[in-house]
């Protein structure tokens, strides 16, 4: 009997706890909700909005609005107002995927020490948003906007909270310079770039960028020079080391005397599509200890056999456009290929200075014997011939556009010539070309061109040419 007893207890201890068990469940299903489904929650009017902060990661950044955004903590700090637009119009029209109504514990979702607070504050009210866990099963983050629920955010907030007070800053813009009328440097080099089309003081169609080097009217390569420009464009002006720089500031980053300015005069669209004529300015200079340190290097060395060779990483060097209050520091290599403003460093480095296509004619001078290379046609339908023998010129107009400078000189040769070959170009004016090689050293021939020195060139290049003339002339 007592058996039976103590079974109908123990049945009856299970009954109550089915009981309380479907209570407490039924409770909870009324107090909690899970609504799937996606859905905007709260549009806020961006216009409206008057202040914003945030707290992330123990940092707190604050800003308001009058007639434009300031930084709260330094009213001279540049806000791009467009970031902090892009802030709040995750919320203009705030959508979610699931929606938990009347939740009891938000540590269930790290709502109860949130990893990020925002405040959003217009004239009539502020709100508070919090973000909580991210939830690796749904792949999104939990979310309160102060309305009693939590949600699912469809796009995780935090990915733009996440920001630092430099992404935020306004940072120079730098133009694009596709129409560029004139480039001027000064500081390291001193002398102007002119935009010309249709020249006459040269060979090439391609040749549009001209300067004054010794009295003439010279052609740079268009490619160097629109490579120099493509580096100014795109020049990464981000990391700034002061917004505000005073006049102690630009005397410290070597900025009130900068190493070089380069000025370029460019047309722009304004937002009409009308033409207009805008100039960009940008001076650039190397940190002033370092500079110091490696003019002093460079006198040792003249002074020594020793060569310490300097990489872009040992390089600190600062930008700043026109009069901005922004210094940014740039890379190494940027700076290396800023300061690569030299004639040298922009003028053609080929020794032809024609296309291959308008050479009608080349008599050329090897060990003391003549030889002259005719043709028939023009342009690119043009045929050699040699002793009125067609040729196949492929191997010599490779070998003469494959001279190219090693590095330019204007030394006198001294040593026996090697070989000389007079081009006549079918242009305007039958002008002709002469070119002179002279043996300089086991490794380069020294290239004269008209009369004046150039370039040395590779030896094994000069080797390839009288090759490739042999091949015709003694075939």
């Not at 110091?292 to 300097?310: I, R």
């Not at 296509?357 to 080349?362: D, E, G, L, M, W």
């Not at 556009?401 to 079918?426: G, K, V």
Request: charged share 25%; net charge negative.
């Amino acid at each position: 009997m007592k058996r039976y007893k103590r079974i109908y207890i123990l049945l009856g201890v299970l009954c109550a706890a089915c009981v309380v068990t479907f209570a407490v469940s039924r409770y909870e299903a009324r107090k909690e909700q899970i609504e799937s489904g996606e859905a905007v929650v709260w549009e806020l009017d961006t216009d409206a909005v008057e202040s914003l902060s945030w707290e992330y990661e123990g940092q707190t950044l604050s800003f308001h609005k009058e007639d434009s955004w300031s930084y709260d903590e330094d009213a001279a700090f540049p806000v791009d107002e467009e970031k902090i637009h892009a802030l709040l119009e995750q919320f203009q029209a705030f959508g979610v995927s699931f929606t938990i109504t009347d939740p009891e514990d938000l540590s269930q979702y790290g709502l109860d020490d949130p990893v990020c607070t925002i405040s959003i504050g217009t004239a009539d009210e502020t709100y508070t948003v919090l973000l909580g866990d991210f939830s690796t099963m749904d792949s999104q983050r939990y979310v309160s906007i102060g309305d009693g629920n939590v949600y699912l955010a469809q796009s995780d907030p935090l990915d733009a909270f996440d920001a630092e007070l430099s992404d935020l800053i306004q940072n120079d813009e730098l133009p694009s310079l596709d129409q560029v009328s004139e480039i001027v440097f000064s500081g390291t080099e001193n002398y102007t770039i002119t935009y010309e089309e249709d020249s006459t003081d040269t060979y090439r169609e391609e040749d549009v960028y001209f300067t004054q080097q010794n009295g003439a009217h010279v052609p740079l390569d268009t490619d160097r020079v629109e490579d120099y420009l493509y580096t100014l464009e795109y020049l990464d002006l981000t990391d700034y080391v002061t917004y505000d720089a005073s006049e102690e500031d630009l005397a410290a980053y070597g900025l009130d005397a900068p190493e070089l300015t380069v000025t370029v005069d460019y047309t722009a669209e304004d937002a009409d599509g009308n033409e207009t004529s805008e100039t960009l300015v940008l001076h650039v200079s190397r940190d002033l200890a370092e500079l110091a340190s490696q003019e002093g290097d460079a006198s040792e060395e003249a002074d020594s056999s020793d060569e310490t060779e300097e990489t872009a990483e040992d390089i600190t060097a600062y930008a700043r456009v026109d009069d901005s209050p922004i210094v940014y520091q740039i890379t190494g290599d940027e700076y290396l290929a800023l300061l690569a403003t030299s004639y040298d460093d922009l003028r053609h480095a080929e020794v032809l200075p024609a296309a291959f296509a308008n050479v009608s004619q080349i008599d050329i001078t090897l060990e003391g014997t003549d030889y002259t290379i005719a043709s028939e046609g023009s342009a690119e339908d043009r045929t050699y011939t040699y002793q009125d023998e067609e040729l196949e010129i492929t191997d010599l107009q490779s070998a003469l556009e494959s001279l190219t400078a090693d590095s330019f000189t204007d030394e006198e040769p001294t040593q026996r010539q090697e070989i000389s070959l007079t081009l006549h170009l079918d242009l305007e004016g039958q002008p002709t070309v002469q070119i002179d090689l002279y043996r300089y050293d086991g490794s380069y021939c020294l290239a004269v061109v008209d009369g004046e020195p150039v370039s040395l060139v590779a030896r094994s290049a000069v080797v390839t040419l009288i090759e490739a003339v042999n091949a015709i002339v003694l075939n």
